[in-house]
Each structure stands twice: as C-alpha cells, then as structure tokens.
C-alpha cells in the first residue's frame, strides 16, 4: 500500500507495479510529468497501486530517476549525456517505447533525440532491425535507389 | 517467471510503429534520412508524407542550431529616396522576441560622409568584426568594424586593382570570413577589367587575364592574385559560415558563359572551391533565387510571380540530389522578395510597398517591422558582437 507522504504536502507519493510485478515509489509531482500515470490515477485514486503493464522492473526505476532530476529542475545536458551513457541501443529503445507507453514527454523527445544521434551513421540493414521492419523493396527497386542516393552511403560501412 | 517476461517484450518491443519511428527520423541529418529511404518504401518517401513533413519542419524551427548562439540580428536597410533625396544605407539592431526594438548603429567615420550603398560582406561577423564595403564609382572604401567597440581598421588598396592604365576593374566583393587554421581574417573579391580608353591597347600594356582573383589577409595585411579559375557571383546574397564563403553563380568557371545556377563555395582556409548545382526542378527560367542561411542550413528560397516561396535546404555541400523541399510559403501576398533569414526560423522580406517585415515558420505569421526599405538593397546580418580588438591579435 502507498506510504501516506511524512511532512509536506506536495511530498505524496504514487506507487507504480510493473508488468513483472515489482513495485516501485514515486513523487505525485514527478507523476504529473507521465500523462498515463496521471491518467490512471484520476481514474483510480492515489492511494492504490497503479499497474503499468507495458513497463517493466529494468526501465521503471531508469525513468523514474529522471523525473526525479526534472522536478528539481535539476536536468542538465551532462546529466542526460551521464543518463544514456552506458545504455546499449536496444535499451535506449526500450525506455523509448515505455516513455511513449507512459506519455511522459520530456523523456520521450530526449530519447528520440539519442536514438537519433546513434543511428546516425548505421547501415540500412541495422536500421531495419533496430526499427524491426521488413524490406519491402524488390531487388531492383532497391538497388535503384541505393544508386540514386549513393551519396548518402559515402562514408558508410554497410552491413553484408 | 522472468525469462518468459522477458522473450516476450523481445518480440513485442523489437518493432517500433511507424509514427514513434517519426519522432526519431525527424531528428536526423538529411544524409541520413536519404539513406534510410532504403530501408522500406514509406521511408523513401518521407518528404511526401504530410505527418512526417510536420514533424521534420517543426524539429527544424526549434532547434537552435549553436552558429546562432549568443547572436544578434542586424537590418543593413537601404531607403528608396524620392527625387532629390540622397541614399542612406542605416543599420539597424533588431532585438525583442517580436523585433520591436530597432535601435539605429551609427557607421564608422569613413563612412560619415558619405553612407549611401554600404555593403556587409557574407552577412556575418567574426569575433564581433564586420567588413563593409562601398563601390563609389572609382572610389572603393573596405574596413573592418567592430560595432561594439566602434574600432575600424581600413583594408589597405589592392595593387592589382590600377595595374594598368588602360583598363579599369568592376569589382565584386565576394566573401569575408575567417581562417581557422592561420587565425587570419579574410577578404575575397573578384576583379574584372574593361578597357577605358578609345584607343586600342598596346600590346605590351595588355593584362594577362581580364579577370581575376584576389584575396586580402589581415594578417599579412596585403592582398594576393589567386591561381585560381571560379564562377563570379550573380547576385547579392553571398553568406560565410565555418570559413566557407558561399555564394551562386551562371557563369562558369572561366566567367566566359553563362551556366546553369550553381551554388560556390570557397574554404578560406585551403583556398579552393567546390560547385554545387541546383537539382532540375529548382531550375526554371521563371525562378528567382535567393540564397540564404536558413537555421544553420545552405537554402535556396526559389519564388516566381506568384508569391509562393519554396525553401529547399542543402543536405551536403556538392551533392545536387542533397537539395530538400522542405518548406513551402504560400501565397504571401504582396510580399515581393527575401532580404534574408533570422536565427529561430523567421524569415524577412520586402513587401511591394517597400515595407520590410518578418514571416515566422512556426507560427505563420507576418509582422511589420515598421521600415520601408529599397527593392533589393536591404539585407539581415547575423551578427555576434566581442569586445575583442579587430583579428584579436
């Protein structure tokens, strides 16, 4: 059950269950900041545990340290650099795709910004899986268009 | 318990649906957005999907690229006198989230006298230096300024310009910029000579070349011939960013023939040049260019009579294909011609009655900047003020 917050009034804390079934603790300011938290607990009430099926006990706590950091206005372009720092790409997708799940928008574009900027100078063949799509070219509508945008290959180590 | 959790959000998560792969695309650099096209075909197609283009566009307006950073923005504005009345170049400091502050900045004492035509060369400042420029019939005025700490330094006559006493040059400023390597400030100009005199030349008196080159170097103070054969400037709009001087010609590179519109631009530091030309469709007979700097962008804003503006923005410098639509204004009504771009995306025209104002990208709207300025005299600098002494050494 939620601890009832100690001495100030804005210190109220939410509790979060992930799809795994851990539950982790969060400021009610620090909620406003996930659209669907919120949502869930203008429909549920603060006092219940609100369950967040799609996020999961290896991303909620990630997610909820930079909230944590945001409310204080304490988020710095070191902060965020030290933040994603030692996340391969699959786990910046990851909190990606539950920062979308959670509606929390500040996360969200600093996320897509950083995917951005490691995708930058991958192949095709990795951006297809990273994206997890299927090549719908044929053949030769593809190596068409590789011709016509050679350019954009310079430089580029293609994946075989 | 977990093992299964997890083979489970592996396959859930490894596909990302197409409007969150949007918000990552719209941050990348064109070059690779292109080469992504390859990856399936509604990504080839990116440009033409109206949700992407919106998100492309707005990540664009609001990312403030760092070449803007700590700058202002400068109206060197030319009025369109009634007869009798004199012209007067005025500069202007434009400041307030609406440019409601226009605070005029008086042109150094070489310039008291006479203030009609002043140009700022390449529309840029280095260390919070300007280099103006003023053609005055055989009188030819070029010194650096600092605004800030109102010190000039005139740039010293160029002996190539009088070497012969037949011939007289008309002379093109080119380019002002900086050289990194040397930590020099230079001045790029291009020289072409005609003949003055009714009688033939001598034989022996006649120039080698009727055009050429020349480069001036604030740290050797002294101008130099360039060995070098590049297309002149077909108009005013001449731009410097990262000691690259860019500008767009017709001619090609002997200035000989005429040539289809082709973007150059010269490194300052290793003094060579690089042509990139427009892709077909941004060639029209009917088609006005103006080149610009568009956030941190290479942009042609290309506009006919029907006052619709396409912006296309240079992906990478010398690849034609690299040309992106990415804009579209329409129609401006009695909005005549750009003057030039400001730093967060607004973008400055002349109307046809003379009134200069300022079009926002992210809201669409038009305001007055309350100054009437000359067709095709007035033009926005990006200016970034120091207190630096003038070259800083």
């Not at chain 1, 997610?63 to 409310?71: H, P």
């Not at chain 2, 504005?77 to 005029?104: C, D, I, W």
């Not at chain 2, 709009?237 to 590179?253: A, F, P, Q, R």
């Not at chain 2, 082709?262 to 040049?273: A, G, I, M, P």
Request: aromatic share 12%.
């Amino acid at each position: 059950m939620a601890q009832e917050a100690s001495s100030s009034t804005s210190s109220k804390t939410i509790s979060l269950k992930t799809g795994d079934g851990e539950i982790f603790e969060i400021e009610a300011s620090a909620a406003k900041q996930m659209k669907t938290v919120q949502r869930l607990i203008d429909d549920l009430g603060d006092d219940i545990t609100i369950p967040l099926h799609n996020v999961f006990s290896k991303e909620l706590p990630k997610i909820i340290e930079y909230y944590k950091k945001d409310i204080t206005g304490e988020i710095t372009k070191d902060f965020e650099a030290e933040f994603v720092k030692d996340l391969n790409d699959d786990e910046v997708k990851v909190l990606f795709l539950a920062a979308n799940y959670l509606d929390a928008n500040k996360l969200f574009e600093f996320l897509s910004q950083n995917i951005a900027d490691r995708l930058e100078s991958k192949s095709v063949e990795y951006v297809r899986k990273y994206f997890g799509v299927e090549n719908d070219f044929t053949p030769e509508e593809e190596s068409k268009l590789r011709e016509e945008r050679a350019w954009s290959f310079r430089g580029i180590k293609e994946d075989e | 318990m977990e093992k299964s959790m997890g083979a489970t959000n592996a396959k859930v998560i490894n596909h990302i649906p197409e409007d969150l792969a949007f918000s990552i695309l719209s941050k990348l650099p064109l070059k690779s957005l292109k080469r992504f096209g390859c990856v399936r075909r509604s990504w080839a197609l990116l440009f033409e999907n109206l949700h992407f283009l919106n998100m492309y566009r707005n990540y664009f307006i609001s990312n403030n690229h760092s070449y803007y950073d700590g700058t202002s923005i400068l109206l060197n504005q030319t009025n369109n006198p009634l007869s009798g009345e004199a012209f007067h170049s005025t500069l202007y400091l434009l400041s307030g989230e609406r440019f409601e502050n226009m605070v005029k900045l008086d042109w150094p004492p070489p310039f008291h006298e006479d203030d009609s035509f002043i140009e700022i060369l390449s529309k840029t400042s280095v260390n919070g230096t300007l280099c103006l420029a003023q053609k005055n019939g055989m009188d030819l005025k070029c010194l650096f300024w600092n605004p800030t700490t109102d010190e000039f330094k005139i740039i010293p006559s160029s002996p190539f310009l009088y070497q012969s006493p037949y011939m007289e040059p008309t002379v093109d400023f080119n380019g002002f910029g900086y050289d990194h390597v040397r930590d020099d400030y230079k001045v790029l100009r291009w020289l072409c000579f005609f003949n003055i005199t009714d009688v033939e030349v001598p034989f022996e008196d006649y120039l080698d070349v009727d055009s050429m080159w020349e480069i001036y170097s604030l740290r050797s103070n002294s101008w130099t011939k360039l060995d070098i054969e590049m297309p002149a400037s077909a108009s005013n709009e001449k731009l410097h960013v990262d000691g690259v001087c860019h500008w767009w010609s017709i001619h090609d590179d002997i200035n000989c023939y005429d040539s289809p519109p082709r973007l150059v631009s010269f490194d300052l530091c290793n003094e060579v040049f690089l042509t990139t030309h427009l892709s077909s469709d941004m060639i029209d007979p009917l088609n006005i260019l103006h080149l610009t700097l568009l956030n941190g962008f290479i942009a042609f804003i290309i506009y006919d009579q029907t006052t619709t503006f396409h912006i296309r923005i240079l992906g990478e410098l010398g690849v034609k294909e690299s040309w992106t639509k990415v804009f579209i204004l329409e129609p401006l009504p009695s909005i005549e011609h750009p003057i030039g771009a400001g730093r967060k995306g607004e973008i400055f025209f002349r109307k046809d009655d003379d009134e200069l104002v300022w079009f926002d990208l992210s809201t669409q709207m038009i305001e007055e900047l309350g100054v009437k300025g000359r067709e095709h005299c007035c033009h926005i600098v990006i200016y970034k003020d120091s207190l630096l002494p003038i070259g800083g050494f």
